[in-house]
């Protein structure tokens, strides 16, 4: 889909006026704070960037702007990349996603299944011994989070292995030795519910051991290098043009978030997380799958329009409920149908949303606030983006939705609720 050169000016001039008055300093008692710091943000259609720009500080210690060349952690954003490896080498005959994982990664086999609240608050340890699952871990049940594998944040059993036993062993310097049952034991029985956990890690290490390379190196000779994505990596150097961590705090506002600090040059690429790049890279990605596999920068082909229009469905029984919530789901009432989840490392959105976005677009987001969609019908993206902490900041959900509300204002005159 085309736009006009008049519509695409609208838009550039209403989202500027929506990231400038996010990062411009406000009175807030004895502070004077943006509501966010510094914000990319960036829009495609199928063919081309329509907009991309960048507003705030990068930096509110030293005071340095932010800018589109910036490099950021894009946390779980990454999950997509590592799903688009599984498809490729689906498409390649090398794996089958409905196959048992551990006939491509033996370990995952000898992963046990923890009852629900056993393990001690106190160290760790299991107060049951972990016992084999009825089912075994399909590529599939990783792609849709329905494998049994969890996160710290959305299972207690999960916080206390990571902050009473052997802490240093983390997703945040992540090892070899991070995953492993007594670390990472599956929550559920395979295949039974949809749960938010570390199962795109774990299809990082199989895709290691069906090609010989390292995620990184894998997506970089097959999905970066190919789409011109120059500035995406696993393993940042020291000139790498970096965004700091922040953190919102009641009393200080917004300030340097020096108590978390992520790892660079990590010994593990993590699949679900571990990716840093631009936006402007990420949205040559969005188009990618917006133009059913072919990249219109450079002509790659990285999946086939066939493999894209079935990983980007919806693959979950409609009795699995997605129970975490997203940036869209805040806009609904509680009464909607829970969205699914495609083979894409992305959700799928059952209902129209106020903002203008349809049913059926897919989406997801990263930890420190970065929001992004792909919308099929029309032919457009979106990518908004921060590095602030806590996640599902208010003020950075409201300015993502006011983001994506005048995308669809300006270039489809589509009418809004809010």
């Known amino acids: 889909m085309k736009y006009s050169e008049s519509s695409k000016d609208r838009l550039a001039k209403s989202i500027d006026k929506i990231l400038e008055s996010n990062t411009t300093p406000q009175k807030d ?76 990664l033996p370990k995952i086999g000898e992963i046990g299944l923890i009852e629900e609240g056993s393990v001690s608050e106190e160290d760790g340890s299991f107060t049951i011994p972990p016992k084999a699952p009825k089912n075994p871990i399909t590529i599939k049940h990783l792609l849709l989070h329905i494998s049994g594998f969890a996160y710290a944040f959305t299972s207690i059993d999960y916080f206390h292995l990571m902050t009473k036993k052997d802490p240093h062993l983390n997703a945040i310097k992540p090892v070899p030795e991070y995953f492993s049952q007594g670390k990472m034991p599956l929550v559920f029985e395979p295949g039974s519910k949809f749960l938010y956990g570390h199962s795109s890690d774990w299809l990082g290490l199989v895709v290691k051991e069906v090609t010989g390379l390292n995620l990184g190196e894998y997506l970089k000779k097959y999905v970066f290098e190919p789409l011109g994505m120059d500035s995406c990596t696993f393993h940042l150097n020291e000139k790498a043009k970096f965004l700091e961590l922040h953190r919102r705090t009641r009393k200080a506002g917004i300030v340097i978030h020096n108590s978390y600090v992520v790892d660079k040059d990590p010994a593990v690429d993590m699949g679900g997380q571990g990716c840093f790049g631009t936006v402007g890279d990420y949205l040559k990605f969005i188009r990618v799958w917006l133009n059913e596999g072919v990249s219109p920068d450079t002509g790659a082909i990285l999946l086939q329009s066939d493999t894209i229009k079935y990983a980007r469905l919806n693959h979950l029984p409609e009795e699995f409920l997605i129970d975490f919530s997203t940036a869209s789901s805040s806009l609904l009432p509680e009464d909607v149908l829970s969205d699914g989840y495609t083979l894409a490392g992305c959700a799928f959105s059952k209902t129209n949303l106020p903002t203008g976005r349809p049913n059926s677009s897919i989406y997801w987001s990263g930890l420190a606030n970065l929001y992004f969609w792909m919308d099929f019908e029309n032919k457009i993206g979106g990518f908004w983006g921060t590095q602030l902490f806590p996640y599902f900041d208010d003020a950075c959900v409201e300015s993502y939705l006011d983001f994506e509300k005048t995308v669809y204002r300006e270039l489809l005159s589509k009418g809004s609720k809010f």
Not at 34 to 45: D, E, F, K, L
């Open 29 to 104: 008692g004895d502070l004077s704070t943006p509501t966010v710091h510094g914000i990319i943000a960036g829009v495609t259609s199928s063919e081309n960037t329509l907009y991309l720009n960048s507003k705030g500080k990068a930096n509110v210690e030293t005071g340095e702007e932010m800018s589109v060349d910036h490099i950021m952690c894009l946390y779980s954003c990454t999950k997509a990349f590592t799903a688009t490896a599984i498809l490729q080498l689906h498409e390649q005959g090398k794996l089958d996603i409905d196959g048992e994982a551990q006939k491509y």
